[in-house]
């Protein structure tokens, strides 16, 4: 199982980023998808996750400013990030998890800067 991240970047507070993964060596359909993200100094925290029946969780403090997806059919997961401030700022991992056996796999991280 292979997930690689990317759509990261430098944004201004305000502004607007949409971050893909995609995926390979897996039954996506089989997967539960989420992104988490990791602020210096913090520990990891799942920001958002999607069910493998469309079901979806956010963190409270992304909720009407995050939205995530999943697209079956290219086995990728994206998060669509708007309203950025700074506390957005961290390193975002999308993991996938199976939804039999419960082992999770994690991709390489993206790096997302919100100057204020």
């Known amino acids: 199982v292979q997930l690689q991240a990317s759509g990261g970047g430098l944004v201004q507070a305000g502004g607007s980023l949409r971050l893909s993964c995609a995926t390979s060596?897996?039954?996506?359909?089989?997967?539960?998808m989420g992104w988490y993200r990791q602020a210096p100094g913090k520990q990891r925290e799942l920001v958002a996750v999607?069910?493998?029946?469309?079901?979806?969780t956010y963190t409270d403090s992304v909720k009407g400013r995050f939205a995530i997806s999943r697209d079956n059919a290219r086995n990728a997961v994206y998060l669509q990030m708007n309203s950025l401030n700074a506390e957005d700022t961290a390193v975002y991992y999308c993991?996938?998890?199976?939804?039999?056996?419960?082992?999770?796999?994690w991709g390489q991280g993206t790096q997302v800067t919100v100057s204020s």
């Open positions: 993991s996938a998890q199976n939804g039999y056996s419960r082992i999770t796999t």
């Open positions: 060596g897996l039954t996506f359909s089989n997967y539960i």
């Open positions: 999607i069910s493998r029946g469309g079901s979806i």
